[in-house]
């Protein structure tokens, strides 16, 4: 029976190092370590992310997947919920670190299975909720800023000498280039895509007050 953490980092300030050093502080050991990088729980299922897909393989029955929190999985209330029961049929129990909470499918009383899919749908809708929470403040803030001059786009989570790294190791892997700029693969592949623009958003942030 297998223990597997499961991280997703869907911005430059989430880190998969502080979601394992909190489990692990938890009293948490892992025999694997899965995580999704750049991935957004709202608008890409587990089953579709690549190391989710990987997951859906790995786990059996008997096995304990564990996540910080039931938002790891996704934020739409559909997919977790989905995902959650079919682990559960599966005869994997899920553990999330904030909180302490346990999902065990094997429940047969069903007062307390009540309970269980009850804080199973009051969480998941609760992550899709604040995402979209969330995505309404940005776009409201982004209007403002608009309507006042001011928008400038969303910071790059390069400078210019890390763009400069990249573009100097063209013809490299990626796992080789985003070692040695010290950015992530998927920053790597996006100012790949469209050297120009990853320039361009650098000259506007970097020429513009504040």
Do not use: C
């Given at each position: 029976?297998?223990?597997?953490?499961?991280?997703?980092?869907?911005t430059a300030e989430q880190t998969l190092d502080h979601q394992r050093t909190q489990a692990?502080?938890?009293?948490?050991?892992?025999?694997?370590?899965?995580?999704?990088?750049?991935?957004?729980?709202?608008?890409?299922?587990?089953?579709?992310?690549?190391?989710?897909?990987?997951?859906?393989?790995?786990?059996?029955?008997?096995?304990?997947?564990?996540?910080?929190?039931?938002?790891?999985?996704?934020?739409?209330?559909?997919?977790?919920?989905?995902?959650?029961?079919?682990?559960?049929?599966?005869?994997?129990?899920?553990?999330?670190?904030?909180?302490?909470?346990?999902?065990?499918?094997?429940?047969?009383?069903?007062?307390?299975?009540?309970?269980?899919?009850?804080?199973?749908?009051?969480?998941?809708?609760?992550?899709?909720?604040?995402?979209?929470?969330?995505?309404?403040?940005?776009?409201?803030?982004?209007?403002?800023?608009?309507?006042?001059?001011?928008?400038?786009?969303?910071?790059?989570?390069?400078?210019?000498?890390?763009?400069?790294?990249?573009?100097?190791?063209?013809?490299?892997?990626?796992?080789?280039?985003?070692?040695?700029?010290?950015?992530?693969?998927?920053?790597?592949?996006?100012?790949?895509?469209?050297?120009?623009?990853?320039?361009a958003a650098l000259t506007t942030w970097e020429s513009s007050p504040g």
């Open positions: 029976m297998a223990t597997i953490l499961y991280a997703r980092v869907s692990e502080a938890a009293g948490f050991r892992f025999d694997h370590v899965l995580s999704d990088h750049g991935v957004s729980g709202v608008s890409t299922r587990l089953a579709e992310r690549p190391e989710g897909r990987r997951l859906f393989d790995l786990l059996r029955s008997g096995d304990t997947l564990v996540v910080r929190w039931i938002n790891r999985l996704g934020r739409n209330y559909d997919d977790i919920t989905e995902t959650i029961r079919e682990f559960m049929r599966r005869g994997v129990i899920i553990r999330t670190v904030i909180s302490n909470l346990t999902f065990d499918g094997a429940t047969k009383d069903p007062m307390q299975r009540a309970v269980r899919d009850a804080l199973i749908a009051f969480m998941a809708a609760s992550a899709q909720a604040e995402a979209e929470a969330t995505k309404e403040a940005q776009r409201a803030g982004i209007e403002h800023a608009k309507a006042n001059g001011e928008y400038r786009g969303r910071k790059p989570s390069f400078n210019r000498k890390q763009l400069a790294t990249v573009q100097n190791l063209i013809g490299q892997s990626v796992s080789v280039i985003a070692r040695e700029s010290g950015l992530s693969r998927q920053t790597v592949y996006r100012i790949q895509s469209d050297p120009v623009a990853a320039a």
